[in-house]
Each structure stands twice: as C-alpha cells, then as structure tokens.
C-alpha cells in the first residue's frame, strides 16, 4: 500500500481558498499512491483561534468539495486532515474527513481531546464522542488528530475496534518536537501498527509548526521522516506486517487491563 503524507505549509498571509486549491493540486499530484493523508485544521491553522468562526464551514462545505473532488481526479483514498466544522445547531468540531477514490465520503471523525487547558480549542469547539475506524482494500484505518496522540487508550480502543494503521492529522508546535516523535514511535510498538503522522508547517496564530511528519512501522522502526518545511512523504507499506509483527510478538493477547467488555 503506497501512502503519501502532504506536511502542507500554512502561512497567514495566503488565503483559505487559495490553499484549498493548492492542497487539491498536491492531492491530484499524488495519483498512483493508494492513501493521501493531509494535516490537521490546514484550511485555517490549529492556533489561529481567532478565527475559527469565521472560517467555520459545515460539513459538506467548500473544503468536503474541493477534496472530495481531488480524491476523484487522483483515484485515491483521501484523508483530508480536520476542518473547522460548524453543525446545524452553530456547534464547531474540529472534524476530520476521509473520502473514497470516488470521491464519496467514507467516514469523518470529530476530535476528542480538545487542547488548550480552558483557552482556544477547548473553549471554542465542542468534543466528538465516537472512536472512527475506515475500511480501506489493504489495511483498517484509526482516525485520530493532534492532541489526541497523548491518550493510549484511545488507540487501543481503534485497535480492538479493528485498526492496524493509526492516521495521526495534526497541526503540532515545534517547541513540543520531541514529544511528537516520541509518542508517535510509542503508539506504533504498544499497538503493533502503522502510524501515519503528518503535521503542518510554517507558522499560524504565532505558533512555529513541528512539521517533521513521519511514518512508524509496528516494531516502532521510522521508515520516514519529513523535515521542517513543506514537504511530501510517500512510502511503501507492507500491509501484512502488523499482523505478522502481532503473530511473532503477541503482547496485544497478553494484555490483562482494559479489555473490551464481554459480550
């Protein structure tokens, strides 16, 4: 399975509309890749609180429309990154959404773990409840974004959910690097999959991007690594080796805490 990872810049001084345009010419760009995965909240920046609201779109928007029609063009599975999500009842979510090669929306996943400590995103979003898996040919994906990546449970509640890929969309500061290769490495080996992590680059709400987007292979292995600019990370995945990784080392089966409920 070829995935490729679209570490976008995003720069105040370019307008939303033109980036949309420009993230659908790298989508388009990456026809032959069987998974696209773009970054958290790049229409309008994960720190650019200040405009949340005014960037909000709802659900089949213009950023649903212009990716759902670049996934087409390609022919690829599209992980859109999250958009700023504003519900019928005026509501916002950082939503995450992920298309078909059709250009049909598979499913989309609103953040949980909002962060901010009872400042910005915390404040202004409201939190999704429900863990998203999706369904691909060659491999289960398990949705998550940015902040999430702290909280183990919730990946392995994707992994007994199915899950042997975890997406990773994130718009992650540089000042905390260190965290988000560490903890993207964790995931991989107490789970026994794929991480996929992509994140921003540039600098938004006064906040410099980590970028440094990375692939983690199940025994924790970083098979590639972005650097600090924009930048396009494509790789091949065997999508028999978590499996195999979980038959040759099966810690997942001696877990003894936090199994699923019987049924």
Known sequence: MRASLIQIAVDPDESVDSRRQRAASLVRAQ???DLVVLPELWPVGAFAYESFATEAEPLEGPTYEAMAKAASDAGVWL???????RDADGALYNTSLVFSPAG?????????HRFG???GEAVLMAAGTELVTVALPDATLGLATCYDLRFPELFRGLVDA???TLVIAAGWPERRRAHWTLLARARAVE?????LA???SGTHGGVPQAGHSLVVDPWGEVLAQAGPDEEILTVDLDPTKPAETRDQFPALKDRVLGLPAPR
């Not at 992980?79 to 999500?85: F, N, W, Y």
């Not at 049909?104 to 949980?112: F, G, N, P, S």
Request: with cysteine.
């Open 31 to 33: 026809a032959g890749a």
């Open 162 to 164: 199915g899950a042997d």
């Open 104 to 112: 049909e929306l598979a499913r989309a996943y609103r953040k949980i």
């Open 191 to 195: 789970n026994q999959s794929y991480v």
């Open 117 to 119: 400590f009872d400042k």
């Open 198 to 200: 992509v994140g921003c």
């Open 79 to 85: 992980h859109a990154g999250s958009i700023v999500e």
